[in-house]
């Protein structure tokens, strides 16, 4: 079955603390790789995408996220974080074959301290 | 940059009324979405359209549920008789054209509330 798994459900760090987010998922087909970014009462906007090519992709915010096929993963990272970087963070995986309908992990929360 | 807009930002309705949620795409887009988030759960597909009809849908989307685009610039979502559990946050999504490697753009959602 098709699935995306976020293991944290909250994450605390400090103001400048560098950051990794998990997802893991199980997919069929060759997957397309997403990182959305949702903020209290708003919608959600893409940070980064994989589709091909370079397994390090560089998103918006000094964000980047590492796809490993062989463990099956598309981990979030940044090296510094900032207070406005507070918010829920959603990996999510999509396929052409599937007209790119996206399955979504339960997101992960990120919580700052100052 | 272009925008996807939704519209009401939050719908309160009775249950066992029909509702509307209304969506305008990117002008460029050629296929559409809606998702659906229940407080609390993880975001879940409901529908994709393309070229004038679905192209895929879950087995949420059930006889209650029906896409449209009226013209060409509206992608509309109808909730034929509201429930209780249809109470949710409706996310509508577009994305560019052919097989091109392009994301789905999101709008800020229309929170759906059945009494």
């Known amino acids: 079955a098709q699935s995306v798994t976020q293991p944290d459900i909250h994450i605390t760090v400090s103001e400048g603390a560098s950051l990794e987010l998990r997802c893991n998922y199980s997919?069929?087909?060759?997957?397309?790789l997403f990182w959305y970014v949702q903020s209290p009462g708003q919608g959600l906007q893409l940070l980064l995408k994989?589709?091909?090519?370079d397994t390090l992709v560089q998103g918006i915010k000094g964000f980047e996220a590492e796809f490993k096929r062989s463990q099956s993963s598309f981990n979030l990272r940044k090296p510094s974080v900032h207070w406005s970087d507070a918010a829920e963070y959603f990996c999510?995986?999509?396929?052409?074959?599937?007209?790119?309908?996206?399955?979504w992990g339960a997101g992960t929360k990120l919580i700052i301290k100052p | 940059e272009p925008e996807v807009t939704q519209t009401p930002s939050h719908q309160v309705t009775q249950m066992g009324q029909e509702v509307i949620l209304r969506c305008v795409p990117i002008?460029?887009?050629?296929?559409f979405y809606w998702y659906r988030q229940i407080l609390g759960q993880k975001v879940e597909f409901l529908v994709s359209?393309?070229?004038?009809?679905?192209?895929?849908k879950s087995e949420i989307f059930d006889d209650q549920f029906s896409v449209e685009r009226p013209d060409g610039s509206n992608f509309t979502l109808k909730i034929r008789s509201t429930k209780l559990e249809d109470s949710a946050m409706y996310f509508c999504?577009?994305?560019?054209?052919?097989?091109?490697?392009?994301?789905?753009?999101f709008g800020d959602g229309t929170r759906l509330s059945i009494l």
């Open positions: 999510a995986v999509g396929a052409r074959q599937s007209n790119y309908q996206l399955i």
């Open positions: 997919y069929g087909a060759t997957p397309y």
């Open positions: 994989y589709f091909s090519g």
């Open positions: 002008s460029n887009h050629l296929y």
């Open positions: 359209f393309y070229n004038n009809e679905i192209s895929e």
């Open positions: 999504a577009s994305r560019g054209d052919g097989d091109s490697n392009q994301p789905q753009h």
